[in-house]
């Protein structure tokens, strides 16, 4: 059935019309796995709202991690830094239930909300902001990168005090995080509150290369499946430097990532965590974001039907 959809911006947040949307049409899960995808798929960079949701309708998409960038900047938040920071620390809260509202009567679900502002250069109250609006989404986890002890420490006191659980991502070594992906990476975090998670990112766990192989990285999954909120998939090479003109992320089943072998895993153990498609690799000249994240979503599908 088609849709009508009548976005509105009032009093800086978007909020819908007439809707007559056949949610059923959007995936759940398949053979019992979640297949999700964070909103970074469709835009790295800033984006309002409204195109997220759409993004989200057009690629079937019903649970979402759910970059800041994505929502922030259609909620008032201005593009200064320093007012950004000034802005969180007094964002109503309301903002965020209206919006987790618009989601769901999208048919789309938060699962997780990736805030970007947990950092060493960040204020207690941006935290404290990222805890509370991550409720206030009806979010289960609060994603961000893996950081040193004295950090991780330091966010553990405001996940406790507003009770959210907090998911810790880490990159390869060629990336930006001070994190490695590494079978003990997250060691401290998990030992230091029971509110913390993994937030496990295949594709950088492979391209570390050495340790992390493929036997390696099933074995990490079925020994902290419990303490694991989500998975990121992409497909990229063991071991290969990563930059900007030639980027080793493979369009999926080219690099040496088992995606295949992860999700059946999932299956198999009926492992209750996500499966978040995080798209990376270079969009080909005839298609587009949304295309390609369907293709993922398919190449998933035949994973797990398999």
Same mark, same amino acid.
């Given at each position: !059935?088609?849709?009508?959809?009548?976005?509105?911006?009032?009093?800086?947040?978007?909020?819908?019309?007439?809707?007559?949307?056949?949610?059923?049409?959007?995936?759940?899960?398949?053979?019992?796995?979640?297949?999700?995808?964070?909103? =970074?798929?469709?835009?790295?960079?800033?984006?309002?709202?409204?195109?997220?949701?759409?993004?989200?309708?057009?690629?079937?998409?019903?649970?979402?991690?759910?970059? /800041?960038?994505?929502?922030?900047?259609?909620?008032?938040?201005?593009?200064?830094?320093?007012?950004?920071?000034?802005?969180?620390?007094?964002?109503?809260?309301?903002?965020?239930?209206?919006?987790?509202?618009?989601?769901?009567?999208?048919?789309?679900?938060?699962?997780?909300?990736?805030?970007?502002?947990?950092?060493?250069?960040?204020?207690?109250?941006?935290?404290? =902001?990222? !805890?509370?609006?991550?409720?206030?989404? /009806?979010?289960?986890?609060?994603?961000?990168?893996? !950081?040193?002890?004295?950090?991780?420490?330091?966010?553990?006191?405001?996940?406790?005090?507003?009770?959210?659980?907090?998911?810790?991502?880490?990159?390869?070594?060629?990336?930006?995080?001070?994190?490695?992906?590494?079978?003990?990476?997250?060691?401290?975090?998990?030992?230091?509150?029971?509110?913390?998670?993994?937030?496990?990112?295949?594709?950088?766990?492979?391209?570390?290369?050495?340790?992390?192989?493929?036997?390696?990285?099933?074995?990490?999954?079925?020994?902290?499946?419990?303490?694991?909120?989500?998975?990121?998939?992409?497909?990229?090479?063991?071991?290969?430097?990563?930059?900007?003109?030639?980027?080793?992320?493979?369009?999926?089943?080219?690099?040496?990532?088992?995606?295949?072998?992860?999700?059946?895993?999932?299956?198999?153990?009926?492992?209750?965590?996500?499966?978040?498609?995080?798209?990376?690799?270079?969009?080909?000249?005839?298609?587009?974001?949304?295309?390609?994240?369907?293709?993922?979503?398919?190449?998933?599908?035949?994973?797990?039907?398999?």
């Amino acid at each position: !059935m088609n849709s009508r959809r009548n976005f509105i911006k009032k009093s800086s947040l978007i909020t819908i019309g007439a809707l007559n949307y056949n949610f059923s049409s959007l995936i759940k899960d398949i053979n019992g796995v979640d297949i999700s995808v964070i909103t =970074y798929s469709f835009n790295p960079g800033s984006e309002d709202m409204n195109v997220i949701i759409q993004n989200c309708i057009d690629s079937k998409s019903d649970n979402i991690e759910l970059m /800041g960038n994505h929502i922030e900047r259609s909620l008032g938040m201005p593009r200064s830094n320093r007012m950004s920071a000034n802005w969180r620390a007094n964002a109503s809260m309301k903002l965020f239930k209206d919006a987790k509202k618009v989601f769901k009567d999208n048919g789309i679900n938060i699962f997780a909300f990736k805030a970007n502002c947990i950092d060493k250069n960040n204020t207690d109250e941006e935290i404290e =902001y990222a !805890m509370k609006a991550t409720k206030s989404l /009806g979010a289960d986890f609060l994603t961000n990168e893996l !950081m040193d002890n004295d950090s991780v420490d330091r966010v553990n006191f405001y996940a406790e005090k507003n009770n959210v659980n907090v998911a810790y991502h880490t990159h390869s070594n060629n990336f930006g995080s001070n994190v490695k992906a590494t079978d003990t990476a997250w060691d401290y975090a998990l030992n230091s509150s029971k509110k913390n998670y993994i937030n496990l990112d295949i594709g950088h766990y492979i391209n570390v290369g050495g340790l992390n192989t493929k036997d390696s990285l099933l074995d990490f999954i079925k020994r902290n499946h419990k303490r694991i909120s989500s998975l990121h998939l992409k497909d990229r090479q063991a071991g290969k430097s990563a930059n900007l003109t030639a980027s080793d992320n493979q369009q999926w089943g080219n690099g040496d990532t088992p995606i295949i072998e992860v999700l059946q895993l999932m299956r198999d153990n009926s492992y209750k965590f996500t499966a978040t498609i995080e798209l990376e690799y270079r969009i080909p000249e005839d298609s587009n974001r949304v295309k390609e994240v369907i293709k993922c979503f398919d190449y998933c599908k035949q994973a797990l039907i398999s």
